[in-house]
């Protein structure tokens, strides 16, 4: 038996939620799948943070668990709300006195519990939290896949290309999936390494591609090319949204994966749907 996971990368802004909302409950049918999950730090309408109404409209809408990165406390309403919340995640690496938690076993209706696991990287990052590999370390030492888990996703928020393969390579053969957030870029590394887990660099982004990485292009454009101070950043709400982010098959029994497969929607990418 398979256990079939979407994970969609970092939502920016308030057209890419609703195209979210709308299309998840066609690709858990069409698709069977046991576990969607999605990185929600973006999904407010400025691009910063995430409120507890949109929570409310993912989970409604079949979402099953919501990981963040650095903007999870761009609203402030977040704070008292995470901490009532087990499924929305802040990065696992944050102090322990920090509100909420960074992982959640979550169980599917076919009976397999899923590990879902929520960290940040180093590099060039605008906040240095604990030592990101020991974190994970710590979790995968408690969890084991075919013992007390089905299955571990582990959603990699960070910067460098380099720290996120390390940590995949790290976690081959311990994790179904390891897949990268923040860049807001679709990468074409998705595969199965060699001791079975799925990786991806980077998810890429639920928004518009007719952007910089989300955001107003006119103004990110003179921000590189003038010195001027940095502009207040604002999100292209443009109605033309690419939906991206990877689907995976994973053994029930060992916990690895079988099948992995770029999902684009919509927008101005190639387009990649499982068959």
């Known amino acids: 038996m398979t256990i079939k996971v979407l994970f969609l990368g970092d939502i920016v802004g308030e057209v890419a939620c609703e195209l979210v909302t709308s299309q998840i409950p066609q ?16 999904a ?5 943070g995430i409120t507890p109404e949109i929570c409310s409209q993912l989970y409604a809408a079949g979402v099953d668990c919501i990981t963040t990165g650095n903007h999870i406390w761009g609203k402030h309403e977040i704070i008292p709300h995470i901490k009532k919340d087990s499924r929305l995640l802040r990065p696992i690496n944050y102090p322990e006195h920090v509100a909420g938690q960074g992982s959640v076993i979550l169980k599917t209706s076919n009976g397999a519990n899923i590990l879902i696991i929520n960290v940040m990287l180093h590099y060039f990052m605008p906040e240095i939290l604990d030592n990101p590999f020991e974190a994970i370390k710590n979790v995968l030492q408690k969890h084991k896949l075919g013992h007390d888990v089905n299955a571990i996703v582990i959603d990699v928020h960070g910067e460098a ?7 995949g390579h790290m976690c081959d053969g311990k994790a179904s999936l390891v897949i990268g957030t923040h860049t807001h870029i679709p ?12 990786y991806q660099t980077d998810a890429g982004m639920c928004g518009s591609y007719n ?11 003179k921000r590189f090319t003038h010195t001027i101070p940095k502009p207040r950043i604002q999100i292209t709400n443009d109605a033309n949204v690419t939906l991206a982010g990877l ?9 690895l994966a079988l099948r992995v497969e770029q999902v684009i929607f919509g927008g101005v990418l190639r387009q990649s749907i499982p068959i």
């Not at 407010?44 to 910063?48: E, H, I, L, P, T």
Request: proline share 0%; hydrophobic share 35%.
């Open 187 to 198: 990468t074409a590394d998705y595969h199965i390494m060699e001791n079975g887990t799925a």
């Open 27 to 42: 690709w858990r049918q069409k698709w069977g799948l046991d576990c969607v999950v999605v990185n929600g730090e973006n």
């Open 161 to 167: 290309t380099s720290e996120k393969m390390a940590m």
């Open 211 to 221: 952007s910089v990485i989300g955001s107003n292009k006119e103004m990110i454009v």
């Open 247 to 255: 689907y995976v098959e994973i053994n029930k029994k060992t916990g």
């Open 44 to 48: 407010a309408n400025n691009g910063f």
